[in-house]
């Protein structure tokens, strides 16, 4: 009776799902449209996995991105000594027959200024796609609920 029991409760399951699943997220919209900075638009919509199709009737996704590098101090001379990467990202989803969904994400990140101008580019390029994974993860959050 015990084995029976023991077998049953390892068979049988809530139904719970984690958010973050190994497969990817796929969501499949009737129209996508993107503004703003390309290079993101075309990070998160790959990191989503979101796709145009004509079998999702009435859904839209509208995403607006910018990024903005500023210089957040300088030394005596005038030489930039830290950096600060902002990207802010607003989703607007517009589904049939219900509300219109909008939220807002934004991240940013400091660093210090590095002297191989060739190395502060990499670093920099590192920095806005760690920033893009933070927000497309708060989306997939967001677009789950």
Sequence with gaps: M???LII????SACGYQPLYNTDPFKVE???INLSGNIKINRK???L???KETNNAIGNQISIYSSKSINETSKDAKGQPLTYRTNINITIEIKEQNKETKTKSFN???SYNNIENK???SSYQKDV???LIEKIAEDIIIFINF
């Design 2 to 4: 015990k084995k029976f």
């Design 8 to 11: 049953f409760f390892l068979i």
């Design 29 to 31: 919209f009737n129209k």
């Design 44 to 46: 998160v919509t790959s």
């Design 48 to 50: 989503l996995g979101i």
């Design 107 to 109: 991240e940013s990140f």
């Design 118 to 120: 060739y190395d502060l």
């Design 128 to 130: 806005e796609d760690n």
